[in-house]
């Protein structure tokens, strides 16, 4: 098989016959000549310049059938709305606060009905999955924001026995780090905003598939709701995507100096990174994933000042998101997680003195010598 990049390069665009362009058009118009070669009709329904993305992440993903979406969360929108009333989805205690939010707070009052579980604990998941109906399980790995990775094969075999379809959220981990539909994933989305797209500036979701039928009611919904990728965000996620294998290797470097780094400092408790597991945790990293990826969590001694810490920090400001070539830190419990009650957050470990940190792709000297003087300030 081609390498990542030849395959994210050349697999859906040739240049140009006419103009011998390099790189994929453009294409800004809401619709099309009647009986063109492509079957353009509308903007909505079908996009030249969106087709290419989908096609190359299907493509990046090993699988058959690709979608864009404006957000992430419009992929969650129309992946749940493949459900009907009184049917569930099942997903993860420590999901992105927004999964909980839409799936509670929208869905749940449509009549969708749902459960949670710890999907990295096979006898919770497998409880859930008895009391019934469920028709969809949704599982991000690693998890945000304590990175606890969830055995893929293991979740696809009890999807597969319950009659439930298996989503697997990449977002954390990109298909270059992560390929969940060879582990038995029937659909793999992405909040494109992050790893994919990678420069932080265009929001964006996508889902592939490789299952026919699940691509038909998709295609229908893609349509009828309409929350589709902009042909312009589009085409800057294309572009992210011809440097996504460099800029995650890259990421992954950094990563694993500053999980280093910060797991030997006497003022942090704890770090939570892929690379740093032990035990079964450990092995599932190793089995399905290529690296551990850029994104920690850690926690500061409770006798120092995480305020202080933050606010003495140069290099990672203090902002929502990741998966940008630029560093960032994350409060949860006040910013990405605060749709969850404070309650809820306890149960699963997410304590107020959690801190999310986006490695980016900054000299890593450069990253550790702010990590250090910061925290020498705390
Ligand atoms: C794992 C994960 N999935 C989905 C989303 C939602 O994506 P978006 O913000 O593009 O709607 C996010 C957002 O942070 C996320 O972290």
Redesign the pocket.
């Known amino acids: 098989m081609k390498g990542f990049t030849t395959r994210a390069l050349h697999t859906h665009y040739k240049p140009n016959k006419e103009d011998g362009a390099i790189i994929p058009p453009l294409h800004l118009s809401t619709t099309f000549q009647f009986g063109n070669k492509g079957g353009f009709d509308y903007s909505r329904t079908v996009n030249p310049t969106r087709v290419i993305l989908e096609k190359t992440l299907a493509e990046l993903d090993n699988n058959l059938y690709g979608f864009a979406y404006s957000?992430?969360?419009?992929?969650?929108a129309n992946v749940v709305a493949l459900l009907g009333r009184g049917e569930k989805i099942l997903f993860s205690t420590d999901?992105?606060g927004?999964?909980y939010r839409f799936i509670a707070q929208v869905a749940g009052n449509q009549g969708v009905g749902y459960e949670i579980a710890d999907l990295t604990n096979h006898k919770k998941t497998e409880e859930s999955l008895k009391r019934g109906n469920i028709k969809i399980i949704w599982a991000?790995t690693p998890t945000?924001p304590l990175m606890k990775v969830v055995d893929i094969v293991g979740l696809a075999k009890l999807s597969k026995q319950f009659g439930a379809l298996l989503v697997i959220?990449n977002?954390?981990s990109s298909p270059f780090i992560q390929q969940p539909a060879d582990l038995g994933a029937d659909m793999v989305?992405?909040?494109?905003?992050?790893y994919v797209n990678g420069h932080s500036d265009a929001?964006?979701?996508a889902l592939t598939t490789s299952n026919k039928d699940v691509y038909i009611k998709l295609k229908f919904l893609q349509n009828a709701i309409g929350a589709i990728l902009s042909p312009f965000d589009s085409w800057l996620t294309l572009r992210g995507l011809r440097t996504l294998e460099l800029r995650m290797k890259r990421h992954c470097d950094n990563a694993e100096k500053i999980a280093n780094f910060l797991s030997k400092h006497k003022k942090i408790k704890k770090v939570f990174y892929p690379g740093l597991f032990t035990g079964e945790q450990k092995e599932i990293v190793d089995r399905q994933m290529k690296r551990p990826g850029s994104m920690m969590s850690i926690e500061i001694k409770e006798k120092y000042d995480v305020k202080k810490f933050l606010s003495s920090l140069v290099y990672f400001p203090l902002a929502?998101?990741?998966g940008g070539v630029e560093s960032l830190i994350d409060h949860p419990a006040s910013m990405?997680h605060a749709s969850i009650p404070k309650k809820e957050r306890e149960k699963i470990g997410l304590s107020d003195g959690l801190l999310r940190v986006s490695v980016g792709i900054e000299n890593v000297e450069d990253l550790i010598g702010d990590l250090k003087q910061a925290l020498d300030k705390t």
Do not use: R
Request: no cysteine.
């Open positions: 957000s992430g969360s419009a992929a969650l999901a992105y927004g999964t991000e945000n959220d977002t954390f989305v992405y909040s494109t905003t992050k929001i964006g979701g929502e998101s990741l990405t």
